[in-house]
T-cell receptor
Framework: AQSVSQHNHHVILSEAASLELGCNYS??????LFWYVQYPGQHLQLLLKYFSGDPLVKGIKGFEAEFIKSKFSFNLRKPSVQWSDTAEYFCAVYVPSWGKLQFGAGTQVVVTP | NAGVTQTPKFQVLKTGQSMTLQCAQDMNHNSMYWYRQDPGMGLRLIYY???????DKGEVPNGYNVSRLNKREFSLRLESAAPSQTSVYFC??????????FGPGTRLTVT
């Protein structure tokens, strides 16, 4: 069965700390990969996406993600988080044969001042 | 562009009542989706419509029906609401090969 796994359900860190959120998927062919963010009380917004090309993708607000095909991973990183990065983060995978987006369970990130 | 809009924003229903959640997009997208979001479970796809005139079941379709009224509108109906359908519902739309755009959500409580 197709699946998307996010390694951590909750992460708590201090401002200026570095953040890395893991995402793995189970499909061996061509994929489109996404990270979405949901700020408290808001809807999902796109942080970044990977379709092809350079496996290191830069998104909004200083986030980046690296696609490692051999590890079926698309981990999200930010070198120095801010309190405003407190949110839930979702990894998502689109496979053309699936015809729809598969989401991970989400990681709740809390940044303390 | 309003993007993806949803109505209502909040709703409280009694068990057994019915209601329809409305979704519209003004981006001329072919595909539209309905998700529910529950704590610790991410977003789960209820139904989707790859194009006007077609609908398909997603991961959790039981207890729901949908109508793709035209290219812009995709509604979700609960015929007989149950407490297990208490959730936040998101509509989304997508043009092929691009990301999905989400609506603001409907917070539904079934008592």
């Amino acid at each position: 069965a197709q699946s998307v796994s996010q390694h951590n359900h909750h992460v708590i860190l201090s401002e200026a700390a570095s953040l890395e959120l893991g995402c793995n998927y189970s499909y061996g062919g061509t994929v489109n990969l996404f990270w979405y963010v949901q700020y408290p009380g808001q809807h999902l917004q796109l942080l970044l996406k990977y379709f092809s090309g350079d496996p290191l993708v830069k998104g909004i607000k200083g986030f980046e993600a690296e696609f490692i095909k051999s590890k079926f991973s698309f981990n999200l990183r930010k070198p120095s988080v801010q309190w405003s990065d407190t949110a839930e983060y979702f990894c998502a995978v689109y496979v053309p044969s699936w015809g729809k987006l598969q989401f991970g369970a989400g990681t709740q990130v809390v940044v303390t001042p | 562009n309003a993007g993806v809009t949803q109505t209502p924003k909040f709703q409280v229903l009694k068990t057994g009542q019915s209601m329809t959640l409305q979704c519209a997009q003004d981006m001329n997208h072919n595909s539209m989706y309905w998700y529910r979001q529950d704590p610790g479970m991410g977003l789960r796809l209820i139904y989707y419509s790859a194009s006007e005139g077609t609908t398909d079941k997603g991961e959790v379709p039981n207890g729901y029906n949908v109508s793709r009224l035209n290219k812009r509108e995709f509604s979700l109906r609960l015929e007989s609401a149950a407490p297990s359908q208490t959730s936040v519902y998101f509509c989304a739309s997508r043009r092929s090969q691009e990301e999905q755009y989400f609506g603001p959500g409907t917070r539904l409580t079934v008592t």
